[in-house]
Every structure is written in C-alpha cells, then in structure tokens.
C-alpha cells in the first residue's frame, strides 16, 4: 500500500488534509479557489491533499463516491482557474488514484512557500457566490477561516524561514571580477568581402586577356560539377562570375555569421556563488549589455559547409546547450535565462553556452555598465547589481 493510499483510508481531515464527495464543477469553483487557497496559507509544513470522491465519516470511515475515470477534470483547467484568480501562484497537481477499486482524485499542494495567497481580481460563478480582490482565506484544523491580522504576522514569521537572506556575488570569471577588459576588433574582413574581391580579381584579369565563356572552364571543372562539387571562381564562367557577385553577401551570409560570432566574439558567461546558508530556489537572471558599439550573437552559428564537406561537418558538429534569450531593446541587449537552483558556496556558471559578444572599433575606449536582476523563488525581493566592461 503506498503512503498516499494509506493517508486516504486511514488519516483523518486536518489543516493538511481535506475530502470531498464530488468533483468541483464549474458551479464550484469558488470554492475550489477558497479550498486551495486557505490550504496554501496554513502555516505547516510539507505536502497538502484534497481528496474528491470520498467523505469522511465520524466514525473515522470512508465511503467512496467513485469518480468514473472518462469524467476526470483534467487537470489544467483548475490550474487555470486558480492562476487567473489568485496571486502569487499556487504549485498543485491533480490525478486520478485508485484505492480498493474507487477512483479518486487527488490535488497534491506544494512549495507553499510564499503566502500569503489571495485573490488577485474579483470572482462571480454561477451560483452568485462571489469573492472580492483581496480576500484571503486560511485553514485551522478541518476548518476555513477568513485571514485575520493575526494570523497574517504568523504566516510572515513563518515564511521568513523559508526565504533567503543572504549573498549572491556575481561576476564575470570564477574570481568573480566584477569588470571585465576586453579588446575591440580593430581590422577585419568578412568573408562575403573576401568572395567579392577574389571575383573581381578575376574578372579584371580576364578583361586583360580576354578569356569569355566557357573556355574557362576545363576537364577538372567539368568533372567537378558532375560530382557535385562547385568549380572554384577560377573555373567559373565569366557569366557565372557576373551572377555570383550579385549574390556573394547571400551566399556568403552564413559564413560571415560564422566568422563574428566564432571567431571575433568574445565568449563570455557570468558565474553566481551562493554565500548564504540555504539554497536559492528556481534561480533565473537577467542581464543588460548597452548596445553602444557592440553586438550580442542571439545564436550559435556553426562553420558552414559546401560539396561532400557538408556530410563530415553535420556528422562532426556538436549540438549546443540551449543558448541563452537574447532580445533587443532600446539601446540594450537583454540577455535571460533560467539557472536552476543554486547550492550554497558552490560556484555555477549562469549560462550553458558562453555568450558571444562582439566589440566593434566603435566599442574601443568605452567602459560598458551592464545591470542584472536576479529572480529566485525564494528571495524576498529580486537581486540587483551592476557589473562593468572596459573596452580597450
């Protein structure tokens, strides 16, 4: 017998534990709403149960009021109705169990880590019942009660034993440097440029010695082509040559990609460490980069490939960790991404993939202020700092 299974036939309805004959249909939902809520409030700890399709008995029994498994409310749709209603939101998940042939549902409540919970808007179903913006219920043993002052300064004392209250250092390296000096890119050439010249060369060369048409184009070429290969400019026609200067920065949009991202980009990550004594729960940062002369690679662009190349370069290419969000807005580069919970005295990198950050000649003598949040489940308010880049 599983513990949840024990816990329906034989515990009694308390402040964790609360049964239900039927279902909350769509007439009910206002108390479905007080139910979840006041059990999120309750000032205990660990997991809390509804049950539906049982009622508990005085005499300590339980009769069961079978839920046909084709009539299970799935579950998105309370988790839909208490996201839209209450605030901040409430962690639960409801299913299906069976016990001694009966089909109950279960909502499990938990990480109610973060009360209180109340009503965000004002509800009205279909039986006139109505809650109003701000209402907030609690459970006391088998009984819900409207939330007193009282019972709020007990609910802040004991959340506060849950929240973090101490150090998050951030910084750019694992000294945690809170500036960081890079150089600016001074001379390059993209690839696309390289092409258009290469091409150009040809062609002036070829007006000086007359050479048109096909007769550029030898056996090696001919052969080439057959392969599926692509004949080098050299072996092009002076027609083909026309065309492909027209399209060269298309064609070669990839490889110029490519090139800032990988190969003049800085790669850069940020490293947290946790200097408290508990753990930072769902940990999530945000990130700004002044987009003043430089350029935030929103991917990772691999080396393109052409001919029987491109087989060896997908076989040997490695698929990237998600890379983090990187969005523009006006004057900044917003960089996001989810970290995960973050051990104390453990240094942890905040992103899978480096950034790649591109520092034009424009960038050159600048020093770059670059403000972060920090978002976690448990903090009391969001982390904010801010870290520094000289450009040289």
């Given at each position: ?165 101490g150090k998050i250092t951030v910084g750019f390296n694992k000294f945690l440097d809170k500036k960081l000096k890079v150089i600016a890119v001074k001379d390059f050439i993209f690839p696309s440029d390289k092409a ?169 003598g600048k020093v770059l202020t670059c403000p972060y949040t920090i978002y976690a489940k448990n903090l009391p308010n969001p982390i904010v700092g801010e870290l520094e880049i000289e450009v040289e």
């Amino acid at each position: 017998m599983s513990e949840l299974e024990s816990i329906i036939k034989y515990d009694r309805e308390g402040t964790l534990l609360d049964f239900k004959r039927e279902q909350y249909r769509k007439e009910k939902y206002k108390d479905l709403i007080k139910d979840i809520m006041a059990m999120a409030n309750a000032t205990r700890v660990g997991k809390r149960y509804i049950i539906t399709g049982v009622k508990d008995l005085p005499s300590g029994d339980k009769e069961f009021f079978s839920i046909p498994k084709e009539e299970f409310v799935d579950q998105a749709t309370y988790q839909q109705v208490l996201r839209e209603n209450v605030e901040p939101s409430i962690d639960f998940s409801y299913f299906p169990v069976e016990v001694d042939g009966n089909w109950v549902g279960v909502f499990e409540i938990d990480n109610c880590n973060n009360p209180p919970y109340m009503m965000k808007k004002e509800y009205k179903d279909q039986t006139k019942g109505e809650l109003k913006k701000g209402d907030c219920f609690i459970r006391k043993g088998s009984q819900q009660e409207r939330m007193t002052r009282r019972d709020l300064e007990e609910i802040l004392v004991f959340r506060s034993k849950f929240q973090f209250h101490g150090k998050i250092t951030v910084g750019f390296n694992k000294f945690l440097d809170k500036k960081l000096k890079v150089i600016a890119v001074k001379d390059f050439i993209f690839p696309s440029d390289k092409a258009k010249q290469k091409i150009e060369k040809i062609l002036d060369e070829r007006k000086l010695t007359d050479k048109m048409g096909i007769k550029g184009l030898g056996q090696f070429a001919l052969t080439n082509s057959l392969l599926g290969i692509n004949p080098s400019y050299e072996e092009r026609s002076t027609e083909t040559l026309l065309e492909n200067l027209e399209k060269v920065k298309e064609t070669y949009r990839e490889d110029d990609w490519y090139h800032v991202g990988e190969e003049l980009s800085e790669k850069i990550n940020l490293v947290l460490k946790n200097e408290g004594d508990k753990y930072l729960e769902d940990v999530s940062i945000e990130i700004k980069f002044p987009s003043d002369g430089i350029m935030v690679m929103d991917e990772i662009h691999k080396e393109p490939a052409s001919g029987l190349l491109m087989v060896r370069a997908s076989m040997d290419f490695h698929t990237p960790f998600q890379y983090p969000q990187v969005e523009e807005e006006e004057n900044f580069y917003v960089v996001k991404d989810t970290i995960g919970d973050l051990k104390h005295h453990q240094p942890e990198e905040a992103f899978n993939e480096n950034l790649r950050i591109f520092f034009s000649p424009n960038a050159a003598g600048k020093v770059l202020t670059c403000p972060y949040t920090i978002y976690a489940k448990n903090l009391p308010n969001p982390i904010v700092g801010e870290l520094e880049i000289e450009v040289e």
